[in-house]
Structures are given as C-alpha cells and as structure tokens.
C-alpha cells in the first residue's frame, strides 16, 4: 500500500465510505460526468503516444510483441472515444484465431 492509497471504510457513516462518496458525488452530476470523461480522454491519448512510439521498432520486435504495425497505426488512427487497449487486443485474439 503506498502512501497515496485511501483506506475506505465499509462503514457508511464514516466520511471515507464508498457510500459516503457516492451521497457527496452522485454519478449523474454534470461535473463528475465531464471529469470523467477528460480523464478517459487523457488516458487514450497517453497509451496512443505509446503506441506512436512503438512504431520506432522493426516489424520483427513487433511481431516478438505480438503487435503488427497496420495494427498500431488503426489503434492510433481511433477516435479518443474508443477504447484502443480493447481494440488492439480483439485484433490479437482475432489475428490467432485465422492464423
């Protein structure tokens, strides 16, 4: 556990509570809703800059990944919206299955 990390309590009357939480921040406030969504937002374009980086490498250090380069360059080419990690990782599943 690192310094950082919050002990919540299962009790709901103690102010560190998941229950707690959700009274004071519901999930349909606007605020929290467009929070979120930044958040998502960064963190696709965080894992898109790796995937850009990646690209450096020979298509064999790829292929020893299991990444091949059409794949990077879709996964990157996706809008912020979707999920790449999840694309990327239906494209592998389906790349084993056909061969």
Known sequence: M???DLKLSSNPNHPLS???LRIQFPADNLAVRIYRSLGQRLTEWKYRRALVNLLDYDDHVLADIG???GELNMA???PLTQD???AMAK???ERRITG
Do not use: F, G
């Open 84 to 86: 790449a990690k999840q």
């Open 76 to 78: 990157i080419e996706l």
């Open 91 to 93: 494209w592998q599943a």
């Open 2 to 4: 690192s310094t950082y």
């Open 18 to 20: 998941w229950d707690a």
């Open 67 to 69: 990444m091949t380069r």
